[in-house]
């Protein structure tokens, strides 16, 4: 057979457009694919998002390109192979960085700030499944990832009077029923860039993506805080919750938020400490072992890489309880902004966004299918999607999969 080409990484990066041409690569070799964009069974978007670079992420996440008949198609697309130094894995990060302990990424991540990490999933893979892929659900991290050695985790809570109890990893699985929930988590800031547009605000420039659903497993909240020597009427209903991370900042301060004790003892309201998403445990940029899931309400709250539960007759004093994470009136700046004067948030209000088409895109003339996502906010169902003429939406996975699941309610949905 005749010697193929050797590129580079850097060469097969320039690669990313059907004008420049679309080369990707499978293994150690090299594919110009730039004539099977348009023909892609999963539609020329979705291949243009590994334009330039591994298919193997991409591929890991949709098993339909695990046949032979997928890898036969590739090679007739076969231009040449990588260099042997670029074959070899990247050489390790800088150690002196406190991010350097980072968890790798999946390169589809739309990335809005790389340390601390927050990234968001293209639309149109936010809506190819019902259930986000943990390697593409939106990570939202104030701090660097903390490394927990899951041998040596515990989990301190304190309940009233003065009672403690100290949890191992194994004791939180074995002495409490394992509980599932399908959440969806949102940020506060989630379509922050469209907000921007009408007048410019602080903070993360996120897009539509700041939204993921995932069905986790753990320790009802509830169970927990009973052994803790919490009862129903601790507190009057009045008291709270206190969560702090391992996530710790350069004082030493750790990430902390709390929610209201009537929510951590509610039946209904299901909160978590989840050591589960998916199915499998919780990545590491997703709270590994241990995080909170707080169903329906703003994603802050629902602390991750968990170490301690409190209940208290305050909420927490961490800066993200008390100085972000509020709502104010439109005429409130950042010179004028008094944030004792608004409550923390918890429930978010109604949200739901298009994910295909894209703003801007040339789309064929007649029937078009439109996808997205509606969310009703504080674990309630979504009741109706109606379209700008006053059609209604043909509602999608969201309502088909609670009701196979025997679920009677759930707080996201997706449509089209
Ligand atoms: C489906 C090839 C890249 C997402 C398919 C199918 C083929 C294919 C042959 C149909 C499989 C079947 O049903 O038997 C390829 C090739 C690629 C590529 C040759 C690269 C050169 C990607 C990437 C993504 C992707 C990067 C995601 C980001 C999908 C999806 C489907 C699909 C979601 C299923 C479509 C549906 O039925 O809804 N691809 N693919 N593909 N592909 Fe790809
Ligand atoms: N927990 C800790 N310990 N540290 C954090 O930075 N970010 C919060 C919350 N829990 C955060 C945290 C915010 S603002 C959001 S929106 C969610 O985690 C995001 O969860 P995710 O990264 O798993 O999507
Ligand atoms: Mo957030």
Redesign the pocket.
């Known amino acids: 057979a005749p010697q193929l080409p050797r590129y580079t990484r850097a060469e097969v990066a320039q690669h990313r457009t059907p004008k420049d041409r679309v080369w990707v690569t499978y293994g150690t070799d090299v594919f110009d694919v730039t004539e099977f964009v348009e023909l892609h069974p999963g539609g020329p978007d979705k291949i243009l998002l590994a334009a330039g670079g591994a298919l193997e992420p991409f591929w890991a996440l949709y098993a339909v390109h695990s046949q032979p008949h997928v890898l036969e198609l590739l090679r007739d697309y076969k231009v040449g192979e990588l260099s042997p130094e670029d074959a070899a894995a990247p050489p390790p990060g800088d150690t002196a960085d406190p991010f350097a302990g980072d968890p790798p990424r999946h390169p589809a991540l739309r990335v809005n700030s790389l340390k601390p990490f927050n990234a968001e999933p293209p639309p149109e893979l936010l809506t190819q499944s019902f259930l986000t892929p943990n390697e593409l659900?939106?990570?939202?991290?104030?701090?660097p990832v903390p490394a927990v050695e899951p041998g040596s985790y515990r989990l301190r809570v304190e309940g009233p009077g003065g009672r403690a109890l100290s949890l191992s990893l194994s004791e939180l699985r074995q002495r409490f029923p394992k509980h599932e929930v399908t959440a969806t988590?949102q940020?506060a800031g989630n379509r922050r860039s469209e907000m921007s547009r009408v007048r410019p605000v602080k903070g993360l420039s996120w897009d539509i993506g700041a939204i993921?659903t995932a069905r986790w497993g753990g320790a009802r909240l509830r169970d927990v805080l009973l052994a803790a020597g919490v009862r129903d009427n601790t507190g009057d209903g009045e008291w709270h919750v206190c969560f702090e991370?391992l996530?710790v900042d350069a004082s030493g301060t750790p990430?902390g938020a709390s929610i209201p004790l009537k929510r951590a003892l509610s039946a209904e309201a299901e909160v978590l400490l989840a050591y589960e998403m998916n199915g499998r445990e919780l990545p590491r940029?997703?709270?590994f072992p241990v995080r909170v899931v707080v169903p329906g309400v703003v994603?802050?709250r629902?602390?991750?890489?968990l170490r301690s539960v409190a209940v208290s007759p305050s909420e927490s004093p961490s800066h993200w309880q008390q100085n972000d994470y509020k709502g104010f009136c439109p005429s409130v700046d950042w010179d004028s902004v008094d944030f004792g004067a608004a409550p923390a948030i918890q429930e978010l209000p109604v949200q739901s966004a298009i994910t295909e088409p894209r703003p801007g895109a040339a789309v064929p003339a007649g029937e078009l299918t439109v996808k997205g996502y509606a969310w009703s906010g504080g674990g309630r169902e979504v009741v109706r999607v109606s379209g700008a003429k006053g059609g209604e939406g043909k509602m999608g996975w969201g309502e088909r999969e609670w009701r196979e699941m025997g679920w009677g309610k759930g707080d996201g949905g997706k449509w089209e």
Do not use: I, P, Q
Request: with cysteine.
């Open positions: 659900f939106f990570t939202r991290n104030h701090l988590l940020c993921s991370g996530d990430y940029d997703h709270g994603g802050a629902s602390v991750k890489w």
